[in-house]
T-cell receptor, first 115, second 110 residues
Framework: ETGVTQSPTHLIKTRGQQVTLRCSSQ?????VSWYQQALGQGPQFIFQ???????GRGNFPPRFSGLQFPNYSSELNVNALELDDSALYLC??????????????FGQGTRLTVV | SQKIEQNSEALNIQEGKTATLTCNYT??????LQWYRQDPGRGPVFLLL???NEKEKRKERLKVTFDTTLKQSLFHITASQPADSATYLC?????????WGAGTKLIIKP
């Protein structure tokens, strides 16, 4: 196990609703990245937080927002849910504000289904 | 356009043989390339990272090569075992983000 915990593991929401997903990073890690993974596809980068500040964002609309707390845990919020938001949402923790040059530790993911 | 391509068809390998997976990319100039393993319904697990100035990296039965001229990385599992069956993803850096391939499903038959 990686030490990265995501909750909930599964979630069903109705189109138009809002959802909050949570991630506890591995002890000592100050960087959290969020990804969306559709079935049969690779993860798509949503955004990254380093020491409570957003320090990178992928090609996702503003209705995807996030937070990182002083203990480096993080939340992903999605407003006005659309059917295409149905996916596995992954959280990854790492150290040092970067992920491309270091190992990232992933949680087990949250499976979101929008109906 | 920028693309990362991994073989979308499943790769079937007999136990004990070497499995070789390919990751090709176009219109990227990554400084790093990573390989991950993902089991169904789980998050990816880091395997290896290789830098642009490294030709080859090894870890136990795993070997990764990185050819920046061919724009290709090869991932090898020697003495493959049924427990190696999973989807393997490559990821490269672009603008300090990780960009991922869709993965190749590897099936090791006893």
């Amino acid at each position: 196990e990686t030490g990265v915990t995501q909750s909930p593991t599964h979630l069903i929401k109705t189109r138009g609703q809002q959802v909050t997903l949570r991630c506890s990073s591995q002890s000592g890690h100050n960087t959290v990245s969020w990804y969306q993974q559709a079935l049969g596809q690779g993860p798509q980068f949503i955004f990254q937080y380093y020491r409570e500040e957003e320090n990178g964002r992928g090609n996702f609309p503003p209705r995807f927002s996030g937070l990182q707390f002083p203990n480096y845990s993080s939340e992903l919020n999605v407003n006005a849910l659309e059917l295409d938001d149905s996916a596995l949402y992954l959280c990854a923790s790492s150290l040092g504000g970067r992920t491309e040059n270091t190992e990232a530790f992933f949680g087990q993911g949250t499976r979101l289904t929008v109906v | 356009s920028q693309k990362i391509e991994q073989n979308s068809e499943a790769l079937n390998i007999q136990e004990g043989k070497t499995a070789t997976l390919t990751c090709n990319y176009t219109n990227y100039s990554p400084a790093y390339l990573q390989w991950y393993r993902q089991d169904p319904g789980r998050g990816p697990v880091f395997l290896l990272l290789i830098r642009e100035n490294e030709k080859e990296k090894r870890k136990e039965r795993l070997k990764v090569t990185f050819d920046t001229t061919l724009k290709q990385s090869l991932f090898h599992i020697t003495a493959s075992q049924p427990a190696d069956s999973a989807t393997y993803l490559c990821a490269l850096d672009s603008n300090y983000q990780l960009i991922w391939g869709a993965g190749t499903k590897l099936i090791i038959k006893p």
